[in-house]
């Protein structure tokens, strides 16, 4: 373990067949099958092989795959493919007088690649010496006499209880992706949050806790380890990887298929995403850029249950992922994680700068990079940023925060509905807010429901003046504006949703901008004399979010004045690609 230590720091084209629902429903139940676990049954005998599966499937067939062999050398060409998959049998029901092998002896070769399956040998013969043997070779679990009929008194208790102690400690072999770090971390934090994000299913190993984790770091090259480590599927394993890295690993698109765009829209938060459905729906050759990955800061909420249509709410993350497959279906490319650092003119083109110095040309472009959250002003908060202190929902650590007490400081809808979620994990929840109440800041259903919620509290009038701890966040100053006494109390997690902060400082010197960095739109853009900005080129006035750069356009939480709601982000970038077609077909 010492040599590990904590970093700081184009998809392959299928072709498409049609399938049918009952073709699909037909592959799915058989991959279904196949992910059962395995109960053998081998016997030299058709009659008594029948008789057995039948009795097998009527009691397990909806747990487990039964399969028959008669014949040892069957058997064993059963046990090498169930090994080749890497599929797991639960237990062996062999026959011991068999014509090429004994039971014992197909007992011995099976258990030797499959030690923890269970072992029952049926015989027509009262044999004391083979029971003996088999007990002593192959520790042999049951020794069954032909016939079994009743099988509900003599076959099922005895295989009930033999399966039930396997499942006990049986644990399904993992094939997906492994991400092994300290549980509370920068680096750890960064990998699992891409991976959620991004929809992608992974299974976190504990370094301080899981022995697996141990043996993967154990079998790596000699040398420093930076964590997390991240295993894939095929064996190959990075360390402290970039999202960059993961976004290749993952065949995530990051490169434009074409040199220029008739619409370039930049952020995948709720109005980009909906500009992207309506854009490309309606013919425009639309490219989506994201420095992270859809759905923006609303896709890290845990439920939203004011968007219109769905009565009992619906995830962030659902509501990315429909948007996301939506656009897609209509023809928009969205590549991320992509960061646009410049955006200068060339008229009438814009011409789009990528970190890796890619540019890409478009026609219209549409700024929907959305905020950020306020940092927290207070010593520790920069030294404990993914190491206990959160910015926005996190909801990749809800799993680490079971039966902790979790803090959060904020007293918006963001805030409301993360203490609602965390609620569900967490042994206790204490909102910290500024303010005199939540009445003025979060909406009355979040306030009622936080109201009925028996392990939250709400704490006003209170704010965070220091954060303190060794590896990662340990205890929090909480400063009372009321008796004005600062009390020091034990904290591991906490989430902050405080101001907003928009993605603009890329635009400097490009759009015009308000004294907090939001694009200035339509008739915020002209003085009030009258005059537009020195750099509008057009005779006629900017339109409704358009910005000082003619073809322009900006929608959602970073334009200013904008409402900072998740319907009027879909609102606004579905109007943009209107205001686009306008500005295309007039100027």
Known sequence: MSA?????????????????????????AERAEHKKPVILAVDDDPQVLRAVRRDLRSAYGDRYRVLGASSAADALKILDSLDERGHDPA???????????????????????????????????????????????????????????????????VLDDLLSDWLATYRPAYDGIIVAGHLVSPGTHAVRDFFTRNGQPFRFLNVERDPEALTLIAAQPDGALALPLVRFPDGSVLSAPTDTQLAQRLGLATTASRPHYECVIVGAGPAGLAAGVYSASEGLS????????????????????????????????????????????????????????????????????????????AETVLLATGVSYNRLDAPGADRFEGAGLYYGAATTESSACISQHVFIVGGANSAGQAAVHFAKYAARVTILVRAASLDASMSRYLI??????????????????????????????????????????????????IGARPHTDWLAGVVERDEYGFVLTGSDLISNGGELPAEWSLERAPYP????????????????????RVASGVGEGAMAVSLIHRYRSMG
Do not use: C
Request: net charge negative.
């Open 545 to 564: 979010l358009e910005t000082s750069v003619p073809g322009v356009f900006a929608a959602g939480d970073v334009r200013a004045h904008s409402v900072k």
């Open 4 to 28: 590990a230590r904590e970093s700081s720091a184009a998809p392959t084209a299928t072709t498409a067949t049609a399938t049918t629902p009952a073709a699909n429903g037909a592959a799915a």
């Open 286 to 361: 639309t490219l989506m850029l994201d420095s992270r990955a859809p759905g923006g800061q609303a896709g890290t909420s845990s439920l939203i249950e004011n968007y219109l249509g769905f009565p009992s709410g619906l995830s962030g993350g659902d509501l990315t992922r429909r948007a996301t497959i939506q656009a897609s279906r209509f023809g928009a490319e969205i590549l991320h994680p992509v960061e646009v650092v410049s955006l200068t003119r060339d008229d009438p083109a814009k011409i789009l700068t990528l970190a890796d110095g890619t540019e890409i040309s």
């Open 448 to 497: 009622d429901e936080i109201d009925r919620t028996p392990n939250i509290e709400v704490k006003v009038r209170t704010t965070v003046v220091r954060l303190d701890g060794e590896e990662h966040l340990e205890r929090l100053t909480l400063h009372d504006a009321d008796t004005g006494e600062d009390t020091e109390i034990p904290a591991r997690f906490m989430f902050t949703f």
């Open 91 to 157: 237990l062996f029901l062999v026959d011991q007088r068999m014509p090429d092998v004994t039971g014992v002896e197909f007992l011995l070769e099976a258990v030797s690649r499959f030690p923890d399956a269970r072992r029952v040998l049926l015989t027509a013969y009262a044999e004391t010496d083979a029971a003996i043997t088999a007990i002593n070779r192959v520790r042999l679990d049951y020794y069954l006499l032909k016939p079994w009929d009743p099988p509900h008194e003599r076959l099922f208790p």
